[in-house]
T-cell receptor
């Protein structure tokens, strides 16, 4: 199945450090979303981006919609232990017409050591 | 406002059986999408329903089907289960806001194990 290129695959950091992850695609996307998933649960929406160049913050989280519309990044500042989980990017491609079909990234596993 | 709910949360079936999963969207949301999550393939789109009509379909065999009711609740059915159908099945709902954007909110998922 189709997946977005997401990096890094995993990160092991100390509490208080900043984190950065990104997603890239060869196709243009209309929407970029960032989700966090805990084991056995569904993804929880963190940030939604709808316009190229848009920069949006949600507390310690900041995400940007790339100007080319083919990429997005997520930054987490001053990480805390509860930031542990798997982070997914997801996008709605520009092709396909009126649809909410999401293409997901491969995920970034974040581990935070107190 | 209540979130997306899915039932059952866990299910164990044997090969060849069929299964029906249920999803209740957030109140006011008319679009419901289904995704399959496996360690090997990640999160893959199954299909989307809007106003009781299938609006889009992913690359899954015909054994996977779904439907949406007039109250926007949705069900998905998998017939003739195979071992490879073991996965977390996620439902997401969305509503177009005034800006014309849709944002999908996920339920907790149904963990299906096929023995």
């Amino acid at each position: 199945g189709q997946q977005l290129n997401q990096s890094p695959q995993s990160m092991f950091i100390q509490e208080g450090e900043d984190v950065s992850m990104n997603c890239t695609s060869s196709s243009i996307f209309n929407t970029w979303l960032w989700y966090k998933q805990d084991p056995g649960e569904g993804p929880v929406l963190l940030i939604a981006l709808y316009k190229a160049g848009e920069l949006t913050s949600n507390g310690r989280l900041t995400a940007q919609f790339g100007i080319t519309r083919k990429d997005s990044f997520l930054n987490i500042s001053a990480s805390i232990p509860s930031d542990v989980g798997i982070y997914f990017c997801a996008g709605v491609p520009s092709y396909g017409g009126a649809t909410n079909k999401l293409i997901f990234g491969t995920g970034t596993l974040l581990a935070v050591q107190p | 406002k209540a979130g997306v709910t899915q039932t059952p949360r866990y299910l164990i079936k044997t090969r060849g059986q069929q299964v029906t999963l249920s999803c209740s969207p957030i109140s006011g949301h008319r679009s419901v999408s289904w995704y399959q999550q496996t360690p090997g393939q990640g999160l893959q789109f199954l299909f989307e329903y809007f106003s009781e009509t299938q609006r889009n379909k992913g690359n899954f065999p015909g054994r996977f089907s779904g439907r949406q009711f007039s109250n926007s609740r949705s069900e998905m059915n998998v017939s003739t289960l195979e071992l490879g159908d073991s996965a977390l099945y996620l439902c997401a709902s969305s509503r177009r806001d005034r800006a014309g954007t849709d944002t999908q909110y996920f339920g907790p998922g149904t963990r299906l194990t096929v023995l």
